[in-house]
C-alpha cells in the first residue's frame, strides 16, 4: 500500500511539472485546461485510494475471519480426531464382542444339533412336535385323572355301600341264625284236634308241657303245604285253644281235625 501512494505522489509531482511546462507554450487557456484536467484525475486518484483503502480493510477483516475460522477448524479436527480415536475404541469392543457372540452362537448351534440327535432318538423331529406331544399328554393325564377321579369316587360309594351291605347281611345272618336257634328248639308238630269254624278257632293237642306259649304264632301244614296261621289265646294243661288268623287261610281251604301245627315265629305276636 505504501509503494502504491509513492507513486501516486510521483505522478502527482509529474503532472505539476507537465502543466507548468505546458503553460509557456500554450498560454493561460491552456494552463486553465491543464488544470481542471488535474483536478479530474486527482479526483480519480482519490476514489482509486479510497477503493486500495476499503480493500485493505477488507483484507485485515477477512485475515481476521480466517483466523477465527483456523481456530474453529483446529478445534473441530481436534473433536473430529477425538471422535475418531472413540470410534476406534468402540470399533475394537464391537470386534472382541463379535468374536464372543460367534463363539456363543457356534456353542449354541452345537447345543441345538444335539438336542435334535436326542429329539431323533425319541421319534420327534422338532421342539413344536415335543410341545404337542406334550399338550397330548397332559388332556391324556388330565382324563385320565378325570376317569380316576371318577372311579375312585365309585369306589368310595361301592365300598360305603358294601359296608352297608356287609352289617345288613351280618344282621341277616344273626337274625337267622337266632331263628333256626329257636326253630331248633321248637321243632315239635302237634295235631289239631278240633276246628269251629263258626268262632274260628281250633284246638290243639299240646298243652304246657310242649314249646307253645302265649306269645307262640304257629303255622298249620297239610302234607308239606302251609294253609293258615294260628294264634295262641289260651294254654291249658293237655292242649292250646288258638285263633285262626284272619286272611291267613287261603281262599277255598279250611283247617281241619289231622292238620299239623309248628312253631313259625316264637315270642312274637301274630299280624
Known amino acids: 500500500m505504501k509503494t502504491v501512494l509513492v507513486v501516486l505522489l510521483i ?46 480493510n477488507d483484507m485485515i477483516k477477512n485475515r481476521g475471519r480466517a483466523a477465527e475460522e ?10 473430529v480426531t477425538q471422535q475418531r480415536d472413540e470410534q476406534l475404541s468402540k470399533s475394537s469392543e464391537l470386534k472382541e464382542e463379535e468374536v464372543k457372540l460367534n ?40 382324563k385320565l385323572q378325570e376317569e380316576i377321579d371318577q372311579i375312585k369316587g365309585a369306589t368310595e360309594v361301592a365300598a360305603k355301600k358294601r359296608t352297608e351291605q356287609a352289617t345288613e347281611l351280618a344282621n341277616r345272618q344273626k337274625e337267622q341264625a337266632e331263628y333256626r336257634a ?19 278257632f281250633v284246638v290243639i293237642g299240646a298243652g304246657q308241657g310242649s314249646n ?4 307262640t304264632v304257629l303255622l298249620v301244614t297239610r302234607d308239606g303245604r302251609s294253609i293258615g296261621k294260628l294264634k295262641v289265646t289260651s294254654l291249658e294243661k293237655n292242649q ?4 285262626i288268623v284272619k286272611d ?16 313259625l315265629r316264637p315270642v312274637q305276636s301274630a299280624r
Open 11 to 56: 505522478l502527482a509531482a509529474g503532472a505539476g511539472a507537465w502543466f507548468s511546462g505546458l503553460s509557456g507554450v500554450f498560454g493561460i487557456n491552456g494552463q486553465y485546461q491543464d488544470f481542471k484536467e488535474m483536478i479530474a484525475y486527482r479526483k480519480v486518484l482519490d476514489k482509486e485510494i479510497r477503493d486500495w483503502t476499503g480493500l485493505r
Open 70 to 79: 483456523n481456530l474453529s477448524l483446529i478445534s473441530t479436527k481436534a473433536s
Open 103 to 142: 463363539a456363543d452362537l457356534s456353542k449354541i448351534n452345537q447345543q441345538v444339533q444335539e438336542l435334535k440327535a436326542q429329539l431323533s432318538e425319541f421319534g420327534v423331529s422338532s421342539v413344536e412336535e415335543i410341545q404337542a406331544r406334550m399338550e397330548a399328554t397332559e388332556n391324556a393325564n388330565k
Open 182 to 200: 329257636a326253630l331248633a328248639k321248637n321243632s315239635g308238630e302237634y295235631p289239631v284236634l278240633s276246628v269251629d269254624p263258626q268262632w274260628g
Open 212 to 215: 307253645i306259649d302265649q306269645n
Open 240 to 243: 292250646t285253644v288258638a285263633d
Open 248 to 263: 291267613s287261610v287261603p281262599a277255598g281251604m279250611s283247617i281241619q281235625p289231622g292238620d299239623m301245627v309248628q312253631l
